[in-house]
């Protein structure tokens, strides 16, 4: 299947930025308060996490195109159910369903865009893949006016027909031959290689940045006053800065290695975050915009390196687990990131306003990344 393809079907599932911009007006209209909103990332990033992992390691023995096939297929009729929920216990449904497909392709996309490519081709093809799963930073902007002319409900169906077109071009696409293993993945696999030292730094990244994720829509529409099609321009230039920075990533590690762009992808996201945890409601929006491009180029920067280190620690049987590895490991820190500042937030809200609880997110978040960044510094030091 050409690398194309998989990246039309990757970017079509990552374009769920768009309902980050929709979430004032969605809580709006289903009288869901800010706290609740988390559910709707929850019960979708802790499906897709868990199913990546399953649906690499099935399509190493299934067939990795039919599992992405299957995840678009999923995908299409999640966003059906999303478009006409009548209640935040439908969209949840809805995003169960969401979750099992986009996990389904996250997690054999990774194996098929490096199937066939020779070792020191990896970074670029992930850089590839992530690359165009950042162009989702359209979403946003799209979604905005969507939101605006349309309502909520609106960033579900414009989705559908891009979904099934995808499945289309992926049905009658040829399929590249991926190696395939039947020796189940085991503990030891994961201490192999810096596999767990990157998962353990994927998932603190991950988990970081959906600060931004969660709680900047908030600021931007309710603190800032912005309409959604302006906070949606805002929005967008943090994953544009990590589409951006992928295929730089991804270069940067096939010829100096790994931990130099790992490293510096970190510091440029705690950055971004730090910066963040301290605007308030007069902060000029070209600083505010720069910041949230600077943590977003950071994680991309960081996230093809990353990866790369996963896949090429696991053989060419074992990529469509690898792939899903990669994937559950950095979508458990947005479970869990999410959770957290969610109760954070909840509980700051009440003393010290949104805007105060804001700013101890970002910061708790900064400071997360910053004792990742040291963790990988103090490895890559050990190493050489």
């Given at each position: 299947m050409?690398?194309?393809?998989?990246?039309?079907?990757a970017?079509?599932?990552?374009l769920?930025?768009?309902?980050?911009i929709?979430?004032?007006?969605?809580?709006a209209?289903?009288a869901v308060?800010?706290?609740?909103?988390?559910?709707?990332i929850?019960?979708?990033?802790?499906?897709?996490?868990?199913?990546?992992?399953?649906?690499?390691?099935?399509?190493d023995?299934?067939?990795?195109?039919?599992?992405?096939?299957?995840?678009?297929a999923?995908?299409?009729?999640?966003?059906?159910?999303?478009?006409?929920?009548?209640?935040?216990?439908?969209?949840?449904v809805?995003?169960v369903?969401?979750?099992l497909?986009?996990?389904?392709?996250?997690?054999?996309?990774?194996?098929?865009?490096t199937?066939?490519?020779?070792?020191?081709m990896?970074?670029?093809?992930?850089?590839?893949?992530?690359?165009?799963?950042?162009?989702?930073?359209?979403?946003?902007?799209?979604?905005?006016?969507?939101?605006?002319?349309?309502g909520?409900?609106?960033?579900?169906?414009?989705?559908?027909?891009?979904?099934?077109g995808?499945?289309?071009?992926?049905?009658?696409a040829?399929?590249t031959?991926v190696?395939?293993?039947?020796?189940?993945?085991?503990?030891?696999?994961?201490?192999?290689?810096?596999?767990?030292?990157?998962?353990v730094?994927?998932?603190?990244?991950?988990?970081?940045?959906?600060?931004?994720?969660?709680?900047?829509?908030?600021?931007?529409?309710?603190?800032?006053?912005?309409?959604?099609?302006?906070?949606?321009i805002?929005?967008?230039?943090?994953?544009?800065?990590?589409?951006?920075?992928?295929p730089?990533?991804?270069?940067?590690?096939?010829?100096?290695?790994?931990?130099?762009?790992?490293?510096?992808?970190?510091?440029?996201?705690?950055?971004?975050?730090?910066?963040?945890?301290?605007?308030?409601?007069?902060?000029?929006l070209?600083?505010?915009?720069?910041?949230?491009f600077v943590?977003?180029?950071?994680?991309?920067?960081?996230?093809?390196p990353?990866?790369?280190?996963?896949?090429?620690?696991?053989?060419?049987?074992?990529?469509?687990?690898?792939?899903?590895?990669?994937?559950?490991?950095?979508?458990?820190?947005?479970?869990?990131?999410?959770?957290?500042?969610?109760e954070?937030?909840?509980?700051?809200?009440?003393?010290?306003?949104?805007?105060?609880?804001f700013?101890?997110?970002?910061?708790?978040s900064a400071?997360?990344?910053?004792?990742?960044?040291?963790?990988?510094?103090?490895?890559?030091?050990?190493?050489?």
């Amino acid at each position: 299947m050409s690398r194309w393809v998989v990246a039309a079907g990757a970017l079509a599932v990552s374009l769920d930025s768009m309902m980050n911009i929709a979430f004032p007006a969605l809580a709006a209209a289903l009288a869901v308060p800010p706290e609740r909103v988390r559910w709707i990332i929850i019960f979708y990033v802790l499906t897709y996490a868990l199913t990546s992992f399953a649906g690499g390691a099935a399509a190493d023995r299934l067939g990795h195109a039919l599992v992405f096939r299957a995840g678009l297929a999923l995908s299409a009729l999640a966003f059906v159910m999303g478009g006409v929920a009548a209640g935040l216990g439908w969209l949840l449904v809805a995003r169960v369903v969401q979750g099992l497909g986009a996990g389904l392709v996250f997690g054999t996309a990774p194996a098929l865009v490096t199937a066939g490519a020779p070792a020191e081709m990896r970074g670029r093809r992930l850089g590839f893949l992530n690359g165009a799963m950042g162009l989702g930073a359209l979403g946003p902007l799209v979604a905005g006016f969507l939101v605006e002319s349309f309502g909520w409900r609106a960033v579900y169906h414009v989705r559908v027909p891009l979904a099934l077109g995808v499945l289309v071009w992926a049905a009658v696409a040829r399929s590249t031959p991926v190696v395939s293993e039947r020796t189940p993945v085991t503990l030891g696999d994961l201490a192999r290689g810096g596999v767990l030292k990157a998962s353990v730094l994927a998932f603190v990244a991950r988990g970081a940045i959906f600060a931004i994720w969660l709680l900047v829509p908030f600021y931007l529409v309710d603190t800032r006053g912005l309409a959604a099609s302006v906070g949606g321009i805002f929005f967008m230039l943090t994953p544009l800065g990590a589409a951006v920075a992928s295929p730089l990533g991804g270069r940067v590690a096939d010829r100096v290695g790994v931990s130099a762009p790992a490293v510096a992808g970190l510091a440029m996201e705690a950055a971004g975050l730090a910066f963040l945890g301290f605007v308030d409601g007069a902060t000029p929006l070209w600083l505010i915009g720069l910041a949230l491009f600077v943590a977003g180029f950071g994680i991309g920067f960081f996230e093809v390196p990353n990866m790369t280190t996963v896949m090429a620690a696991f053989p060419a049987g074992r990529q469509g687990a690898a792939g899903g590895l990669a994937f559950l490991t950095r979508t458990l820190g947005v479970v869990a990131g999410v959770a957290l500042l969610g109760e954070l937030v909840a509980a700051r809200s009440a003393t010290a306003g949104f805007l105060g609880a804001f700013e101890e997110s970002l910061r708790a978040s900064a400071l997360t990344v910053a004792a990742a960044f040291l963790f990988a510094l103090a490895g890559g030091r050990a190493r050489r």
